[in-house]
């Protein structure tokens, strides 16, 4: 059944807009859900760039301390094979970000803002909002439509 505008009790930056069908609400929601993955994939990638970089931070102690103890041979490996390596073919993970930065997740940002804008005048969240109107407890506290009823 389609909702009608402004009938689901919500801030007016989350209702749907006239007109709005069910469908398109629900894509919407899921085209956001995926955006929402990407950024949490992004999140992933940050954390395996600082990560490598720790990693190959230590390498430093690694070398010292092998050479110490008079492992030459092994320390000279691990410094001249391994420590500053490229983690992909010519590229350090901070070269890796910036492709992903400025090449998908871009891309990505970009075509769900303009979906919005186009099908839905740029309202976030419509399909979540309304669940929210269906899963609360009208009148209980806690479970107040918008942070001003609160």
């Known amino acids: 059944?389609?909702?009608?505008?402004?009938?689901?009790?919500?801030d007016s930056k989350h209702e749907r807009p006239?007109?709005?069908?069910?469908?398109?609400?629900?894509?919407?929601?899921?085209?956001?859900?995926?955006?929402?993955?990407?950024h949490r994939v992004r999140g992933h990638l940050y954390s395996a760039h600082q990560l490598v970089g720790g990693a190959d931070l230590t390498l430093d102690r690694v070398?010292?301390?092998?050479?110490?103890?008079?492992?030459?041979?092994i320390a000279d490996r691990v410094e001249h094979?391994?420590?500053?390596?490229?983690v992909l073919p010519g590229r350090w993970?901070?070269?890796?970000?910036?492709?992903?930065?400025?090449?998908y997740y871009a891309a990505f940002q970009e075509i769900e803002r303009d979906t919005r804008e186009k099908l839905a005048?740029?309202?976030r969240h419509i399909y979540e909002a309304e669940l929210k109107q269906q899963r609360r407890?009208?009148?209980?506290?806690?479970?107040?439509?918008?942070?001003?009823?609160?």
């Open 1 to 10: 059944m389609e909702k009608e505008q402004g009938v689901i009790g919500s």
């Open 18 to 38: 006239a007109g709005l069908d069910d469908t398109t609400v629900e894509g919407l929601g899921e085209l956001s859900k995926a955006l929402e993955t990407i």
């Open 63 to 73: 070398v010292k301390l092998l050479r110490t103890a008079g492992h030459v041979e």
């Open 81 to 86: 094979e391994l420590l500053g390596r490229n």
């Open 93 to 103: 993970t901070f070269q890796i970000m910036e492709e992903f930065d400025d090449g």
């Open 121 to 123: 005048g740029g309202r």
């Open 137 to 150: 407890t009208h009148g209980m506290p806690g479970h107040e439509a918008t942070p001003a009823e609160g």
